[in-house]
Protein backbone atom coordinates (compact mmCIF):
# COMPACT_ATOMS: atom_id res chain seq x y z
CA UNK A 1 0.00 0.00 0.00
CA UNK A 2 1.82 3.10 -0.88
CA UNK A 3 2.26 6.05 1.70
CA UNK A 4 0.93 9.15 1.30
CA UNK A 5 4.42 10.69 2.80
CA UNK A 6 7.09 8.07 1.73
CA UNK A 7 9.79 8.72 4.35
CA UNK A 8 12.01 5.95 5.56
CA UNK A 9 10.18 6.12 9.25
CA UNK A 10 7.19 5.41 7.29
CA UNK A 11 8.66 2.92 5.16
CA UNK A 12 9.98 1.27 8.04
CA UNK A 13 6.47 1.71 9.97
CA UNK A 14 4.78 0.03 7.21
CA UNK A 15 6.77 -2.80 7.14
CA UNK A 16 7.33 -3.22 11.27
CA UNK A 17 3.50 -3.33 11.42
CA UNK A 18 2.79 -5.91 9.16
CA UNK A 19 5.42 -7.75 10.47
CA UNK A 20 4.09 -7.64 14.06
CA UNK A 21 0.20 -7.61 13.23
CA UNK A 22 -0.09 -9.40 10.02
CA UNK A 23 -2.09 -8.04 7.04
CA UNK A 24 -5.30 -7.88 8.42
CA UNK A 25 -4.75 -4.81 11.21
CA UNK A 26 -6.69 -2.86 12.66
CA UNK A 27 -7.07 0.86 14.09
CA UNK A 28 -9.35 2.67 16.85
CA UNK A 29 -8.97 6.51 17.88
CA UNK A 30 -10.72 7.48 20.68
CA UNK A 31 -11.64 11.51 20.70
CA UNK A 32 -11.83 13.73 23.52
CA UNK A 33 -12.69 17.66 23.59
CA UNK A 34 -13.16 19.94 20.70
CA UNK A 35 -12.79 20.70 16.91
CA UNK A 36 -9.25 20.86 16.93
CA UNK A 37 -8.93 17.78 18.74
CA UNK A 38 -11.27 15.97 16.26
CA UNK A 39 -9.33 17.61 13.01
CA UNK A 40 -5.90 16.04 14.92
CA UNK A 41 -7.66 12.53 15.18
CA UNK A 42 -8.50 12.51 11.59
CA UNK A 43 -4.92 13.21 11.15
CA UNK A 44 -3.98 10.04 13.85
CA UNK A 45 -6.22 7.88 11.68
CA UNK A 46 -4.89 9.11 8.21
CA UNK A 47 -1.74 7.87 9.59
CA UNK A 48 -2.17 4.59 10.84
CA UNK A 49 -4.47 4.16 7.32
CA UNK A 50 -1.40 4.57 5.92
CA UNK A 51 0.94 1.73 7.42
CA UNK A 52 -2.00 -0.34 6.87
CA UNK A 53 -4.39 -0.27 9.25
CA UNK A 54 -8.24 -0.71 8.81
CA UNK A 55 -10.34 1.39 11.36
CA UNK A 56 -12.79 -0.69 13.71
CA UNK A 57 -15.54 0.73 15.54
CA UNK A 58 -14.40 -1.45 18.61
CA UNK A 59 -11.32 -0.93 20.30
CA UNK A 60 -11.80 -4.92 21.11
CA UNK A 61 -11.07 -5.57 17.73
CA UNK A 62 -7.97 -2.98 17.48
CA UNK A 63 -4.56 -3.83 17.07
CA UNK A 64 -3.40 0.02 17.64
CA UNK A 65 -5.35 1.87 19.78
CA UNK A 66 -5.12 5.73 19.78
CA UNK A 67 -6.60 7.85 22.55
CA UNK A 68 -6.33 11.94 21.55
CA UNK A 69 -6.93 13.28 25.18
CA UNK A 70 -8.54 17.14 26.42
CA UNK A 71 -7.71 19.02 28.90
CA UNK A 72 -9.35 22.12 28.76
CA UNK A 73 -11.29 20.88 32.47
CA UNK A 74 -10.51 18.35 35.08
CA UNK A 75 -13.71 16.09 33.82
CA UNK A 76 -12.41 15.53 30.63
CA UNK A 77 -8.77 14.09 31.81
CA UNK A 78 -10.56 11.89 34.07
CA UNK A 79 -12.76 10.48 32.00
CA UNK A 80 -10.35 9.79 29.46
CA UNK A 81 -8.02 8.15 32.06
CA UNK A 82 -11.07 6.07 32.94
CA UNK A 83 -11.56 5.09 29.51
CA UNK A 84 -7.53 4.03 28.89
CA UNK A 85 -7.91 1.95 32.38
CA UNK A 86 -10.56 -0.08 30.18
CA UNK A 87 -8.09 -0.75 27.60
CA UNK A 88 -6.07 -3.02 30.16
CA UNK A 89 -8.42 -5.75 29.54
CA UNK A 90 -7.86 -5.55 25.39
CA UNK A 91 -4.39 -6.02 26.04
CA UNK A 92 -4.75 -9.17 28.22
CA UNK A 93 -6.32 -10.50 25.51
CA UNK A 94 -4.59 -8.93 22.65
CA UNK A 95 -0.53 -9.10 23.80
CA UNK A 96 -0.07 -7.59 20.39
CA UNK A 97 -2.15 -4.67 21.29
CA UNK A 98 -0.30 -1.21 21.00
CA UNK A 99 -1.71 1.54 22.75
CA UNK A 100 -0.96 5.39 22.45
CA UNK A 101 -2.00 8.54 24.52
CA UNK A 102 -1.51 12.17 23.28
CA UNK A 103 -3.47 15.42 22.81
CA UNK A 104 -3.48 18.26 25.52
CA UNK A 105 -3.42 15.98 28.39
CA UNK A 106 -0.23 14.53 28.11
CA UNK A 107 1.63 17.81 27.23
CA UNK A 108 1.59 17.82 31.11
CA UNK A 109 4.37 15.85 32.61
CA UNK A 110 1.96 15.25 35.55
CA UNK A 111 -0.32 13.88 33.57
CA UNK A 112 2.53 11.74 31.31
CA UNK A 113 4.08 10.84 34.47
CA UNK A 114 1.14 9.39 36.08
CA UNK A 115 0.52 6.96 32.85
CA UNK A 116 4.11 5.73 32.88
CA UNK A 117 3.35 4.77 37.14
CA UNK A 118 -0.29 4.03 36.63
CA UNK A 119 -0.93 2.51 33.27
CA UNK A 120 2.08 0.06 32.48
CA UNK A 121 0.47 -1.21 28.96
CA UNK A 122 0.22 2.08 27.52
CA UNK A 123 3.49 2.09 24.92
CA UNK A 124 3.76 5.88 24.32
CA UNK A 125 2.31 9.27 24.56
CA UNK A 126 2.92 12.20 22.42
CA UNK A 127 1.31 16.10 22.62
CA UNK A 128 -1.09 18.08 20.62
CA UNK A 129 -1.11 17.54 16.84
CA UNK A 130 1.44 14.57 17.19
CA UNK A 131 0.21 12.70 13.93
CA UNK A 132 3.10 13.92 12.20
CA UNK A 133 5.84 11.91 14.23
CA UNK A 134 2.92 8.87 15.19
CA UNK A 135 4.63 6.10 12.09
CA UNK A 136 7.92 6.82 14.09
CA UNK A 137 6.36 5.83 17.45
CA UNK A 138 4.32 2.84 16.13
CA UNK A 139 7.34 1.54 14.51
CA UNK A 140 9.77 2.22 17.77
CA UNK A 141 6.83 0.36 20.01
CA UNK A 142 6.87 -2.68 17.49
CA UNK A 143 10.84 -2.82 17.68
CA UNK A 144 11.21 -2.24 21.76
CA UNK A 145 7.74 -5.08 22.12
CA UNK A 146 9.77 -7.44 20.14
CA UNK A 147 13.15 -7.35 21.61
CA UNK A 148 11.39 -7.79 25.04
CA UNK A 149 12.24 -4.32 25.89
CA UNK A 150 10.11 -2.63 29.07
CA UNK A 151 11.10 0.59 27.80
CA UNK A 152 8.35 2.68 26.51
CA UNK A 153 8.34 6.37 25.37
CA UNK A 154 6.97 9.15 26.95
CA UNK A 155 6.81 12.83 24.91
CA UNK A 156 3.96 15.30 24.64
CA UNK A 157 6.05 18.85 25.96
CA UNK A 158 4.07 22.11 23.97
CA UNK A 159 7.29 22.74 22.13
CA UNK A 160 6.74 24.73 18.85
CA UNK A 161 8.00 22.82 16.11
CA UNK A 162 7.89 23.49 12.37
CA UNK A 163 4.59 22.76 10.94
CA UNK A 164 4.60 19.67 8.70
CA UNK A 165 2.48 19.49 5.61
CA UNK A 166 1.14 16.44 3.65
CA UNK A 167 0.26 14.21 6.92
CA UNK A 168 -2.27 11.79 5.74
CA UNK A 169 -5.84 12.60 7.00
CA UNK A 170 -8.50 10.41 7.03
CA UNK A 171 -12.03 12.43 7.08
CA UNK A 172 -14.73 10.96 8.89
CA UNK A 173 -17.68 12.54 6.78
CA UNK A 174 -17.82 13.32 2.87
CA UNK A 175 -19.38 16.35 2.75
CA UNK A 176 -18.30 18.43 5.67
CA UNK A 177 -14.38 19.25 6.89
CA UNK A 178 -11.77 20.58 9.22
CA UNK A 179 -9.52 22.39 7.81
CA UNK A 180 -6.53 23.34 10.68
CA UNK A 181 -5.05 26.98 10.09
CA UNK A 182 -3.14 27.66 12.82
CA UNK A 183 -1.30 25.68 15.78
CA UNK A 184 -1.43 27.12 19.52
CA UNK A 185 -1.97 30.32 21.22
CA UNK A 186 -0.57 33.50 22.39
CA UNK A 187 -3.36 34.72 24.39
CA UNK A 188 -3.04 33.18 28.02
CA UNK A 189 -6.48 34.12 29.44
CA UNK A 190 -6.13 32.94 33.33
CA UNK A 191 -8.52 30.23 33.23
CA UNK A 192 -7.24 28.76 30.02
CA UNK A 193 -4.82 25.79 29.76
CA UNK A 194 -4.72 25.87 25.74
CA UNK A 195 -1.80 27.57 25.69
CA UNK A 196 0.66 25.51 28.03
CA UNK A 197 -0.51 22.46 26.39
CA UNK A 198 -0.64 23.55 22.61
CA UNK A 199 2.48 26.22 23.03
CA UNK A 200 2.92 29.31 21.21
CA UNK A 201 1.31 30.30 17.64
CA UNK A 202 2.05 29.08 14.51
CA UNK A 203 0.27 29.79 11.14
CA UNK A 204 0.26 27.58 7.94
CA UNK A 205 1.71 28.77 4.90
CA UNK A 206 -1.37 30.47 3.06
CA UNK A 207 -0.93 28.61 -0.11
CA UNK A 208 -1.12 24.91 1.64
CA UNK A 209 -4.10 25.92 3.30
CA UNK A 210 -5.74 27.17 -0.28
CA UNK A 211 -4.24 23.98 -2.08
CA UNK A 212 -6.27 21.38 0.29
CA UNK A 213 -9.65 23.94 0.57
CA UNK A 214 -8.95 23.10 -3.44
CA UNK A 215 -8.73 19.81 -3.10
CA UNK A 216 -11.69 19.67 -0.48
CA UNK A 217 -13.85 21.36 -2.28
CA UNK A 218 -12.68 19.29 -5.89
CA UNK A 219 -13.53 15.86 -3.76
CA UNK A 220 -17.26 16.96 -3.21
CA UNK A 221 -17.14 18.87 0.70
CA UNK A 222 -19.78 21.13 0.61
CA UNK A 223 -19.10 23.10 4.01
CA UNK A 224 -15.41 23.73 5.38
CA UNK A 225 -14.58 25.17 8.87
CA UNK A 226 -10.98 26.75 9.26
CA UNK A 227 -9.56 25.99 12.69
CA UNK A 228 -7.37 27.35 15.07
CA UNK A 229 -6.89 28.01 19.01
CA UNK A 230 -7.80 31.80 17.71
CA UNK A 231 -8.13 31.65 14.03
CA UNK A 232 -8.54 35.96 13.71
CA UNK A 233 -4.65 36.26 14.67
CA UNK A 234 -3.59 33.50 11.36
CA UNK A 235 -0.97 34.71 9.67
CA UNK A 236 1.91 35.88 11.52
CA UNK A 237 5.24 35.39 9.22
CA UNK A 238 2.96 34.85 6.32
CA UNK A 239 2.13 38.39 4.80
CA UNK A 240 -1.52 37.35 4.55
CA UNK A 241 -3.86 37.42 7.47
CA UNK A 242 -7.57 35.60 8.14
CA UNK A 243 -9.21 38.18 5.88
CA UNK A 244 -7.17 37.63 3.21
CA UNK A 245 -7.02 33.96 3.63
CA UNK A 246 -10.77 33.58 3.55
CA UNK A 247 -11.52 35.67 0.75
CA UNK A 248 -9.16 33.43 -1.40
CA UNK A 249 -10.42 30.68 -0.79
CA UNK A 250 -14.29 32.08 -1.00
CA UNK A 251 -13.07 32.45 -4.52
CA UNK A 252 -12.49 28.88 -5.26
CA UNK A 253 -14.63 27.76 -8.24
CA UNK A 254 -17.54 25.39 -6.46
CA UNK A 255 -21.02 25.17 -4.42
CA UNK A 256 -19.59 25.18 -0.71
CA UNK A 257 -19.79 27.17 2.84
CA UNK A 258 -16.32 28.60 4.22
CA UNK A 259 -17.20 28.73 8.21
CA UNK A 260 -14.20 29.66 11.09
CA UNK A 261 -13.64 29.20 14.68
CA UNK A 262 -12.86 30.09 17.01
CA UNK A 263 -12.43 33.89 17.59
CA UNK A 264 -11.42 36.14 19.80
CA UNK A 265 -13.14 40.03 20.20
CA UNK A 266 -9.55 41.44 20.22
CA UNK A 267 -8.42 40.46 16.77
CA UNK A 268 -11.73 40.80 14.85
CA UNK A 269 -10.93 43.80 12.85
CA UNK A 270 -12.65 45.49 10.33
CA UNK A 271 -11.02 43.42 7.63
CA UNK A 272 -12.40 40.02 8.20
CA UNK A 273 -16.25 41.53 8.81
CA UNK A 274 -15.56 43.53 5.30
CA UNK A 275 -14.24 39.66 3.61
CA UNK A 276 -17.70 37.83 5.08
CA UNK A 277 -20.06 40.63 4.36
CA UNK A 278 -18.33 40.98 -0.02
CA UNK A 279 -18.48 36.86 -0.08
CA UNK A 280 -21.28 34.83 -0.16
CA UNK A 281 -19.69 31.73 0.13
CA UNK A 282 -18.66 32.55 3.82
CA UNK A 283 -21.08 31.25 6.19
CA UNK A 284 -23.65 33.86 7.78
CA UNK A 285 -22.21 32.72 11.51
CA UNK A 286 -19.95 34.41 13.94
CA UNK A 287 -18.85 32.77 16.92
CA UNK A 288 -17.66 36.10 19.23
CA UNK A 289 -17.01 35.03 23.04
CA UNK A 290 -17.59 37.34 25.02
CA UNK A 291 -17.22 35.28 28.70
CA UNK A 292 -18.29 38.00 30.62
CA UNK A 293 -19.83 41.46 30.56
CA UNK A 294 -18.27 42.89 33.63
CA UNK A 295 -15.04 44.86 32.52
CA UNK A 296 -13.27 44.12 36.38
CA UNK A 297 -14.11 40.23 35.40
CA UNK A 298 -12.72 40.61 31.88
CA UNK A 299 -9.42 42.16 33.13
CA UNK A 300 -9.18 39.24 35.76
CA UNK A 301 -9.76 36.84 32.72
CA UNK A 302 -7.28 38.78 30.84
CA UNK A 303 -9.43 39.01 27.96
CA UNK A 304 -7.78 42.18 26.82
CA UNK A 305 -10.97 44.05 25.48
CA UNK A 306 -14.05 46.07 27.56
CA UNK A 307 -17.30 45.44 27.23
CA UNK A 308 -17.75 48.76 25.21
CA UNK A 309 -15.52 47.38 22.69
CA UNK A 310 -16.67 44.02 22.47
CA UNK A 311 -20.35 45.45 21.62
CA UNK A 312 -18.76 48.01 19.20
CA UNK A 313 -17.29 44.81 17.17
CA UNK A 314 -20.81 43.43 17.44
CA UNK A 315 -22.12 45.91 16.00
CA UNK A 316 -20.55 46.68 13.37
CA UNK A 317 -20.89 43.37 12.47
CA UNK A 318 -24.39 43.24 12.36
CA UNK A 319 -24.48 46.41 10.62
CA UNK A 320 -22.08 44.81 7.28
CA UNK A 321 -23.91 41.79 8.03
CA UNK A 322 -27.75 42.02 8.81
CA UNK A 323 -28.66 38.32 8.65
CA UNK A 324 -25.38 36.74 10.73
CA UNK A 325 -26.31 34.42 13.46
CA UNK A 326 -23.77 35.41 16.27
CA UNK A 327 -23.03 32.62 19.25
CA UNK A 328 -20.90 33.15 22.45
CA UNK A 329 -19.22 31.51 25.14
CA UNK A 330 -20.17 32.44 28.52
CA UNK A 331 -18.34 31.31 32.06
CA UNK A 332 -20.85 32.20 35.19
CA UNK A 333 -18.78 32.37 38.63
CA UNK A 334 -15.26 33.61 37.82
CA UNK A 335 -13.34 34.09 41.07
CA UNK A 336 -14.05 37.72 42.70
CA UNK A 337 -17.48 37.64 40.61
CA UNK A 338 -19.76 39.58 42.29
CA UNK A 339 -24.11 40.36 42.25
CA UNK A 340 -23.06 43.24 40.11
CA UNK A 341 -20.67 41.26 37.94
CA UNK A 342 -23.18 38.62 36.94
CA UNK A 343 -25.95 41.64 36.48
CA UNK A 344 -23.86 43.17 33.88
CA UNK A 345 -23.15 39.76 31.96
CA UNK A 346 -27.40 39.40 31.60
CA UNK A 347 -27.41 43.18 30.72
CA UNK A 348 -24.53 42.06 28.12
CA UNK A 349 -27.27 39.10 26.71
CA UNK A 350 -29.87 41.92 26.52
CA UNK A 351 -28.25 43.65 24.63
CA UNK A 352 -25.97 41.10 22.47
CA UNK A 353 -29.32 39.23 21.69
CA UNK A 354 -27.64 36.21 20.57
CA UNK A 355 -28.73 33.37 18.63
CA UNK A 356 -27.20 30.72 21.35
CA UNK A 357 -24.74 30.41 23.65
CA UNK A 358 -22.27 28.03 25.04
CA UNK A 359 -22.35 28.82 28.86
CA UNK A 360 -20.13 26.85 31.41
CA UNK A 361 -19.53 27.25 35.17
CA UNK A 362 -16.44 27.67 36.23
CA UNK A 363 -13.65 24.87 37.58
CA UNK A 364 -10.67 25.49 38.59
CA UNK A 365 -7.84 24.24 35.78
CA UNK A 366 -4.60 23.43 37.47
CA UNK A 367 -1.90 25.03 35.86
CA UNK A 368 -3.52 28.47 35.34
CA UNK A 369 -3.75 31.37 37.54
CA UNK A 370 -7.48 31.27 37.87
CA UNK A 371 -7.08 28.38 39.95
CA UNK A 372 -5.15 29.82 42.64
CA UNK A 373 -7.34 33.30 42.64
CA UNK A 374 -9.23 34.43 46.04
CA UNK A 375 -12.72 34.57 46.28
CA UNK A 376 -13.68 31.47 44.59
CA UNK A 377 -17.43 31.48 44.55
CA UNK A 378 -19.13 28.96 46.43
CA UNK A 379 -21.17 26.13 44.07
CA UNK A 380 -24.40 27.05 44.80
CA UNK A 381 -24.28 30.85 43.93
CA UNK A 382 -22.72 29.38 40.55
CA UNK A 383 -25.51 27.13 39.81
CA UNK A 384 -28.30 29.88 40.76
CA UNK A 385 -26.37 32.15 38.32
CA UNK A 386 -26.02 30.02 35.45
CA UNK A 387 -29.88 28.87 35.39
CA UNK A 388 -30.91 32.97 35.77
CA UNK A 389 -27.97 32.57 32.56
CA UNK A 390 -29.62 29.82 30.39
CA UNK A 391 -33.27 31.11 31.30
CA UNK A 392 -32.71 34.67 29.70
CA UNK A 393 -30.58 33.22 27.12
CA UNK A 394 -33.11 30.55 25.99
CA UNK A 395 -36.24 33.83 25.99
CA UNK A 396 -33.69 35.29 23.30
CA UNK A 397 -32.92 32.17 21.17
CA UNK A 398 -36.76 31.57 20.66
CA UNK A 399 -37.31 35.01 19.55
CA UNK A 400 -34.74 34.95 17.42
CA UNK A 401 -35.53 31.57 15.82
CA UNK A 402 -38.92 32.41 15.89
CA UNK A 403 -38.02 35.59 13.06
CA UNK A 404 -37.01 33.13 10.39
CA UNK A 405 -40.72 31.54 10.61
CA UNK A 406 -42.02 31.83 7.07
CA UNK A 407 -38.95 32.36 5.51
CA UNK A 408 -36.39 30.89 3.10
CA UNK A 409 -33.53 29.28 4.02
CA UNK A 410 -30.71 27.44 2.25
CA UNK A 411 -29.59 24.09 4.23
CA UNK A 412 -26.72 21.39 4.03
CA UNK A 413 -28.32 18.09 4.05
CA UNK A 414 -27.08 15.84 7.31
CA UNK A 415 -29.59 12.89 6.38
CA UNK A 416 -32.01 11.47 8.85
CA UNK A 417 -32.99 13.33 11.91
CA UNK A 418 -31.56 11.83 15.33
CA UNK A 419 -34.94 13.05 16.89
CA UNK A 420 -37.58 12.17 14.36
CA UNK A 421 -36.65 9.12 11.71
CA UNK A 422 -39.71 10.53 9.52
CA UNK A 423 -37.46 14.25 9.28
CA UNK A 424 -34.57 15.13 7.63
CA UNK A 425 -31.70 17.48 9.30
CA UNK A 426 -29.66 20.23 8.15
CA UNK A 427 -27.92 23.04 9.24
CA UNK A 428 -28.27 27.18 8.10
CA UNK A 429 -25.36 29.06 7.18
CA UNK A 430 -25.93 30.36 10.29
CA UNK A 431 -25.52 27.09 11.77
CA UNK A 432 -29.18 26.95 13.00
CA UNK A 433 -30.66 23.20 13.49
CA UNK A 434 -33.30 22.25 10.61
CA UNK A 435 -35.71 19.61 10.98
CA UNK A 436 -37.22 19.07 7.18
CA UNK A 437 -39.81 17.09 5.47
CA UNK A 438 -38.61 15.65 1.76
CA UNK A 439 -36.13 13.83 0.15
CA UNK A 440 -32.95 15.97 -0.01
CA UNK A 441 -29.70 13.65 -0.83
CA UNK A 442 -27.47 13.90 2.33
CA UNK A 443 -24.61 16.41 2.05
CA UNK A 444 -26.37 18.10 -0.87
CA UNK A 445 -28.35 21.84 0.03
CA UNK A 446 -32.32 22.21 -0.45
CA UNK A 447 -34.12 24.99 -0.30
CA UNK A 448 -36.91 24.62 2.95
CA UNK A 449 -39.42 27.33 4.22
CA UNK A 450 -39.08 27.62 7.83
CA UNK A 451 -42.89 26.54 9.32
CA UNK A 452 -41.99 26.25 13.01
CA UNK A 453 -39.46 27.30 15.45
CA UNK A 454 -38.55 26.05 18.81
CA UNK A 455 -35.38 27.29 21.36
CA UNK A 456 -32.76 25.57 19.53
CA UNK A 457 -34.42 24.27 16.38
CA UNK A 458 -36.60 25.06 13.30
CA UNK A 459 -38.73 23.12 12.01
CA UNK A 460 -39.34 23.27 8.28
CA UNK A 461 -40.79 22.13 4.55
CA UNK A 462 -39.21 21.73 1.31
CA UNK A 463 -39.63 25.13 -0.79
CA UNK A 464 -41.67 25.35 -4.09
Request: proline share 4%.
Amino acid sequence: MPLINNTAAETAAYAAAERFHGADRRFYVRTFGCQQNEADSESLAGVARSLGYAKTESPHEADLILVNTCAVREHAELKALSVIGQYKHDRERNDRLIIGVGGCMTAQASRRDQIKRSYPYVDFTFGAAGAAGLAAMIRDAIIRREAGEGRRDFRGDPVPEPIVEGVPVERSCSYKAWLTIMYGCDNFCSYCIVPHVRGRERSREPDAIVGEARSLVESGVKDITLLGQNVNSYGTGTGVDIAELMTRIARLEGDFRLRFMTSHPKDASDRLIEAIAENEKIARHFHLPLQSGSDRILAKMNRKYGIDRYLGVLERLRRAVPDIAVTSDIIVGFPGETDEDFEDTLKALRSARYDMIYSFIFSPRAGTPAASMPDQVPDEVKNERFSRLLELQNRISLEKNEEYVGSRVRILCEGQSKTDPAMLSGRTGGNKIVHFTGDAPEGEFADVIITRADTFTLYGEPAK
